[in-house]
């Protein structure tokens, strides 16, 4: 079939023939991963093939007449060099597949021009064709190939994952970029090292982290009479030593090939500036944020539909209509857009500001945006774009889109394979309106981003409003200044405050590092050891901030409740209830969350943890963990049982929240007789929290946007029979 070269942006002429090549960085960070790979393999291999041998000489040593030493040697050293032989050779025969469940395999006949793209494109880098290609909803594009003990000794298949979430919001020649990153992987020797690192990754994993029945077997064979368990303590503490020192092997091939792999990512960076110039892998890097915040809301949007059984077909179409709602959300219109090249072609917009934290690049796989830029615009190479969507090389662009949107419902979701997929102008028609519900106008400041409303008890405030009932020049003149420009710059600098919060708790944690150690505060630098005491300044205004926002509140509540009972006295009853209902509702919010710091400190302590056996009590603090938390969800459930919801858009009036919050039965207690956590367990409980802490904060939104809808609604009626008086009151 014949090339539509039209299709596929042009290559930059004049790229350095040494732009690709390894640097000598590259080269050494090869070496050091190698060597200490021999290394690990040589100290392994030695152990196995020693205990092999104690094995081989156990069974084959003829044993004279008088040769006691000799049958015990037989019987204990042969049968304790056996089992150290099984457990070290284990290791070999693990096998990972590829995750590929959410992956929708396409074919050339199916899409022509991409397979012809792919193809010049790989002539170009000089990079084997990819074996499979396969498309899902991701953010993302991949080299995808198995591994496993076989693949030390025959390489696996590289495959070709094109995530249609990132083709959804780059250009064409941003497209070819990405595709020409994943080629530099392909055509990279270094890559190899990976089924060696996996090896030694999986060995190490069930040596040192690895219990099963092995282990249980000892732990057994320790508590009988010690004349017959002593080759048990004493195999024990030989195994202690074994996990110890390949451990200390491991930590350093792992600490190396970290670097290796940030290398590696550098030269592939290099093949897509050869391909495309210097700018476009650089823009894709800030598409590709600008992507996954986009994706991530379209999902949340979509999950939300998914409550009242509504589905899309192209969950792509919806993750476009999310652009201006992020935007705003994150208050820069001009997110996701890269700054504007300059006329001079010589030179260069930057678009990432340098990463600060260095923890994070000395473990981290991947080099920052920041250094990646760098390493692409050392040489700098003009790029043309040609601003035409990806989408052009795929055929029958909706089916395709329909076949990984139903993918991902069946995958992410679990729903049933007879699920019906609607138009997606329909799904998007509901979405806007569930978002228009809880879209608080620009006049409010901010004042309702993210922040409880606190004005008090409703009952008390309504007892102070009929005691003590302000006049109408009063209500016309507080109605008037709600909302000023005071207002504004509170919030501003509430919302710059708990930035500076957060901050401070990630460096006094050790979460983050600052660059020369030194904390840029308000203008002046600090030492780290100075975390302490700024964050104690920062929370005490915060406190001030929480004080003067809720007699705020209080003047909202009191100014709106008595102008509804110059209107009618049932919508001052529903403002009252709408309050009442809220405030519930923000603390069954504030009740899930509490339960977050403890869970997630309790999961990142059974990752590292990996399979090996907790003490005991390790193990009763994991268990009190999780039975808080799975109490939290119950009471919350509970309270919500006597929650009924007010008239609010794409809900039932009346109905109770429980069953909205949890559609299934709530996973089982833990009794006090526990003698494992089962992972399956943790799981179901974790979804049930993420599905409760979304439909909650769905719920927040809508209530507060509903409160907001009356108030607004309250003024305009009492301002209408104001203006009907003689000197009515201006507003």
């Not at 200490?36 to 040589?42: E, G, K, Q, V």
């Not at 469940?101 to 991409?114: C, G, K, N, Y």
């Not at 977050?596 to 963990?625: C, H, K, P, T, W």
Request: with cysteine; charged share 25%.
């Amino acid at each position: 079939m014949a090339r539509d070269l039209t299709l596929y942006p042009p290559t930059p002429r004049d790229v350095p023939e040494d732009l690709t090549l390894p640097t000598s960085n590259y080269r050494w960070q090869t070496f050091w991963v190698l060597f200490s790979l021999f290394l690990f393999f040589f100290v392994y291999m030695g152990l196995l093939i020693g205990s092999g041998y104690v094995v081989y000489r156990a069974i084959t040593i003829p044993v004279p007449r008088d040769g006691g030493g000799i049958i015990l040697f037989k019987i204990f050293g042969g049968i304790l060099a056996l089992l150290l032989f099984l457990y070290l050779l284990k290791g070999f025969f693990k096998f990972e597949r590829a995750e590929k469940s959410t992956f929708v395999e396409i074919f050339e006949e199916e899409h022509p021009r991409l397979f012809a793209f792919i193809e010049r494109l790989c002539e170009e880098t000089g990079a084997d064709l990819p074996a499979r290609v396969y498309v899902s909803f991701e953010v993302n594009a991949a080299v995808v190939h198995d591994k496993g003990f076989i693949n030390l000794f025959w390489p696996s298949k590289k495959n070709l994952l094109i995530g249609l979430g990132l083709v959804n919001v780059i250009n064409l020649t941003e497209f070819k970029a990405v595709l020409a990153h994943e080629f530099g992987h392909f055509s990279q020797k270094s890559i190899k090292l990976n089924g060696y690192l996996y090896m030694s990754d999986r060995i190490v994993g069930d040596i040192v982290y690895g219990r099963d029945w092995f282990d249980r077997f000892l732990d057994v064979w320790k508590c009988v009479d010690i004349r017959l368990s002593f080759p048990a303590w004493i195999f024990s503490g030989v195994l202690w030593c074994l996990r110890k020192l390949l451990y200390g092997l491991y930590y350093a091939i792992f600490y190396l090939s970290q670097g290796l792999s940030r290398q590696r990512e550098f030269n592939a960076d290099l093949v897509a500036v050869s391909m495309t110039g210097s700018d476009a892998p650089v823009h894709t890097l800030c598409r590709s944020v600008f992507g996954d915040a986009t994706l991530n809301q379209a999902i949340y949007d979509l999950q939300t539909a998914m409550d009242h059984h509504l589905y899309t077909r192209d969950m792509f179409y919806h993750q476009n209509h999310t652009v201006a709602f992020v935007r705003k959300t994150k208050k820069d219109p001009h997110f996701g857009e890269p700054p504007a090249l300059p006329e001079n072609p010589k030179k260069s917009s930057q678009v990432f500001e340098p990463d600060d934290d260095e923890i994070a690049q000395m473990w981290s796989t991947h080099p920052s945006n920041y250094d990646r830029e760098q390493n692409a615009k050392d040489y700098y190479i003009r790029t043309a774009f040609d601003e035409r969507s990806p989408w052009m090389l795929f055929d029958d662009v909706d089916e395709l889109k329909e076949r990984v949107t139903y993918k991902f419902y069946r995958v992410w979701f679990k729903v049933k394979k007879d699920v019906i997929l609607a138009e997606p102008e329909e799904i998007q028609a509901f979405i806007d309106e569930e978002r228009a519900e809880a879209t608080f106008d620009p006049r409010y400041q901010g004042l309702y981003d993210f922040r409880d409303v606190d004005p008090g008890q409703p009952d008390d405030l309504v007892l102070d409003a009929q005691t003590s009932p302000w006049s109408i020049h009063q209500l016309s003149t507080m109605h008037q200044g709600l909302y000023n420009v005071e207002v504004k710059h509170r919030g501003q600098l509430h919302n710059k405050r708990l930035e500076e919060f957060n901050l401070i708790i990630a460096i006094q944690n050790g979460w983050h590092r600052p660059k020369n150690d030194e904390i840029d505060f308000r203008g002046k630098c600090y030492e780290v050891d100075d975390a302490k005491k700024l964050l104690k300044k920062v929370e005490k205004e915060l406190k001030e901030d929480q004080e003067w926002f809720k007699d705020l509140d209080k003047q909202v509540f009191l100014c709106h409740y008595q102008m509804a009972r110059h209107v009618d006295d049932e919508l001052a009853d529903e403002l009252v209830h709408r309050y009442k209902f809220h405030m519930q509702v923000q603390k069954v919010w504030r009740d899930l969350k509490s339960q977050e710091a403890s869970v997630g400190a309790a999961l990142d302590f059974l990752n590292r943890a990996g399979s090996s056996q907790l003490q005991y009590e390790q193990f009763q603090e994991m268990l009190n963990i999780f039975r808080d938390a799975r109490a939290t969800l119950r009471q919350c459930l509970d309270a919500a049982k006597d929650m009924y919801v007010p008239a609010l858009k794409n809900m039932t009036p009346g109905a109770p929240l429980a069953p909205f919050l949890l559609k299934e039965k709530l996973v089982r207690g833990l009794s006090d007789h526990e003698h494992s956590l089962q992972s399956k367990w943790i799981d179901k409980l974790l979804g049930q929290a993420r599905e409760m802490q979304a439909k909650v904060n769905r719920i927040h939104f809508k209530s507060l946007g509903g409160i907001l809808a009356l108030q607004e609604r309250i003024a305009a009626q009492c301002m209408e029979k104001w203006a009907a008086l003689p000197q009515a009151p201006q507003s």
